[in-house]
T-cell receptor, first 113, second 112 residues
Framework: AQSVAQPEDQVNVAEGNPLTVKCTYS??????LFWYVQYPNRGLQFLLK??????LVKGSYGFEAEFNKSQTSFHLKKPSALVSDSALYFC???????????FGKGTKLSVKP | DAGVIQSPRHEVTEMGQEVTLRCKPI?????LFWYRQTMMRGLELLIY????????DSGMPEDRFSAKMPNASFSTLKIQPSEPRDSAVYFC??????????FGDGTRLSIL
């Protein structure tokens, strides 16, 4: 069965510092991986996805993610964090060909000035 | 594009009452998903539809929950009778082939 794991419930970063939010996956076959962000009282918003190709994927708001097949990881990164990046981040893997996603439990990112 | 539209945004009702949540997917999207989010259980997939047909409802917690998609532009999630443990935020999302899912802003449901 497909699954993703987000090992950290919370990540704290100072504004201007680089940030990393971790995700590992377990899939049979080729992984289709996604990152979403959720701001308070809002739905999830798509950030980026990995389907195939370059292992470094660039997405919205300056975020990027690195796909590592040997470590089965898909960590979300940003070179310089903003206070406005504070939110809940979800990693997800697509289950099968129908398009439904399996989400991790989420990681709360807190960026302090 | 208006995005995925959910109504109502908030619902407060008493235990035992029927609750109906509504969703209008993005035009042109042929897959629709209902999720439930709670602090304890995180984000759970309840059911999803492809071309208005339910594909997997294994996430529906029990028979009190039902979902319909009578046409490509409308879906409902019904709880009858409602219980306090149904309190959660319910999200609808839609997509089409090779596109990411787009989420609505959810319905915050409180069962007293």
């Amino acid at each position: 069965a497909q699954s993703v794991a987000q090992p950290e419930d919370q990540v704290n970063v100072a504004e201007g510092n680089p940030l990393t939010v971790k995700c590992t996956y377990s899939v049979s076959g080729n992984p289709y991986l996604f990152w979403y962000v959720q701001y308070p009282n809002r739905g999830l918003q798509f950030l980026l996805k990995y389907i195939t190709g370059d292992n470094l994927v660039k997405g919205s708001y300056g975020f990027e993610a690195e796909f590592n097949k040997s470590q089965t990881s898909f960590h979300l990164k940003k070179p310089s964090a903003l206070v406005s990046d504070s939110a809940l981040y979800f990693c997800a893997v697509r289950d099968g060909s129908q398009g439904n996603l399996i989400f991790g439990k989420g990681t709360k990112l807190s960026v302090k000035p | 594009d208006a995005g995925v539209i959910q109504s109502p945004r908030h619902e407060v009702t008493e235990m035992g009452q029927e609750v109906t949540l509504r969703c209008k997917p993005i035009s042109g999207h042929n897959s629709l998903f209902w999720y439930r989010q709670t602090m304890m259980r995180g984000l759970e997939l309840l059911i999803y539809f492809n071309n208005n047909v339910p594909i997997d409802d294994s996430g529906m917690p029990e028979d009190r929950f039902s979902a319909k998609m009578p046409n490509a532009s409308f879906s409902t999630l019904k709880i009858q009778p409602s219980e306090p443990r149904d309190s959660a935020v319910y999200f609808c999302a839609s997509t089409r082939v090779d596109q990411p899912q787009h989420f609505g802003d959810g319905t915050r449901l409180s069962i007293l």
